[in-house]
Nanobody, 124 residues
């Protein structure tokens, strides 16, 4: 039974770091982190392929700053967020699924969500 229990959010100043976690097993092809700002669509942040060689996909806005990883022994899905910017402020959600059939793996379509999210607030 998937446990969509996000944690690790908080309030930091720009340039700071946070690590999000979520106790998901790698029982779907992809695990990912998504975020949403009130009034905007949920967007993909980072996705990791769980069934073979390491493969990660990042939104352009977070490349080089965020790192997604997974430890199936715990289990835990992580999102290490460095060099945070005010525009990273959002509610962050973990998800599991097989991805959007269109091939856009950062699309929320094709993923299951179940948690309340964890709030990340970055001040300038």
């Amino acid at each position: 039974l998937a446990q969509y229990l996000e944690s690790g959010g908080g309030s930091v100043q720009a340039g700071g770091s946070l690590r999000l976690s979520c106790p998901l097993y790698a029982d779907r092809n992809f695990l990912g982190w998504f975020r949403q700002v009130p009034g905007y669509r949920r967007e993909g942040v980072a996705v990791i392929y769980t069934q073979g060689g390491p493969m990660t996909i990042y939104a352009d806005s977070v490349k080089g700053r965020f790192t997604i990883s997974h430890d199936n022994a715990k289990p835990a899905l992580y999102l290490q967020m460095n060099s945070l910017k005010p525009e990273d402020t959002a509610m962050y959600y973990c998800a599991a699924g097989d991805g959007d059939p269109s091939g856009d793996l950062l699309s929320p379509t094709g993923y299951q969500f179940g948690g309340q999210g964890t709030q990340v607030t970055v001040s300038a």
